[in-house]
Every structure is written in C-alpha cells, then in structure tokens.
C-alpha cells in the first residue's frame, strides 16, 4: 500500500467513530468515506496539535476587545469627570443658559449613554469569548478568523462610534 492511500486509509478509520469539523468549511466528518470533505471537497489530514492551535484568532480578539473596553473605561471616567463637576456646582446650567459659561462645561448625557451602551456590549462579549475558548478552537479556520478580526477591530469601531456621538452631540 502506497504512503497516500495509507494515509487516506488512516483518515476514514479516525473519522468513522470521531465528530471533526472541516477545517474549511465546518462540515462534520464523522462517518466520511474519503479523505476529502463531502460539501466542499477540501483534502483531509490528520496532524498532532496542542491545545493552543488555531488560537491566534481568539488571543486577537481578546486584545481588541480588551483594548476597547480600555478605551471606554477611560472615556467614562472623563465624562464623569463633568457629572461630579455639575453636581459639585449645581448653578452652572443656568449660567450655561445665561451664556456666561460654555456648554461643553456640561455633562453630555448622550455620550455618557453611548460610553456605557459600549462598555456593556463589550464587557458582554468579552464574557462570552472567555467561556467559549474552546467551542471557538472547534470552529472553521475562517469563523476564527472572522472573530478575530471583529475583535480586532473593536477599538477603532469604538472610537468612531465616540467621535460620531461627539460630532453629533455637539
């Protein structure tokens, strides 16, 4: 027997009895006939890999995630900053409607609002990515890759998020 029909030989033995998922498009092989995925045609190996294989995609998405929930937590605390000073000194609205003060003196409740929209969204996912690291090590290659990058990018969705609500808001 040649060394690939061996191997293909090897591959349907393994998934006559195991659930695996294409690495292309997720299919579940179990009970495959080929070494080749049924829906996609993708070619099937078998490999030995540790447990952190194919993590690169969620340790990115942990870093975005965690670098947006920075930014928010700073931004919060800053817009704070303006809420204990109107409270502190309660007449500073209606010195804002006399016009001897600026508004952005103010607090800017929508941006508060947006700020801690966000900063729920992403304390939400960043839960979820931590609970489902190993169903997400089971994904296809390109869901990981999608998740990633999404969380990746997390941080300059959330600052032109801010930077429209601050345009907006005025």
């Given at each position: 027997m040649s060394e690939p029909e061996r191997s293909s030989s090897l591959v349907v033995a393994f998934l006559d009895d195991q659930d695996a998922s294409c690495p292309t498009c997720g299919y579940n092989l179990r009970g495959a006939a080929a070494d080749r995925c049924p829906e996609c045609a993708t070619p099937v190996h078998l490999e030995v890999a540790g447990p952190a294989a194919g993590m690169f995609w969620w340790i990115a998405a942990l870093a975005g995630l965690t670098l947006a929930m920075l930014v928010?937590?700073?931004?919060?605390?800053?817009?704070?900053?303006?809420?204990?000073?109107?409270?502190?000194?309660?007449?500073?609205?209606?010195?804002?409607r006399a016009g001897m003060v600026s508004p952005n003196e103010l607090p800017r409740w929508w941006t508060l609002l947006t700020v801690t929209g966000l900063l729920s969204a992403a304390s939400l996912a960043l839960a979820w990515l931590l609970v489902s690291r190993r169903r997400i090590g089971r994904m296809a290659r390109s869901s990981r890759m999608v998740l990633g990058l999404t969380g990746a990018l997390a941080p300059l969705l959330v600052l032109a998020v801010l930077r429209l609500v601050v345009l907006w808001s005025g």
């Open positions: 928010l937590t700073v931004t919060m605390l800053h817009l704070l900053g303006y809420v204990h000073d109107a409270l502190d000194r309660p007449g500073r609205a209606a010195l804002v």
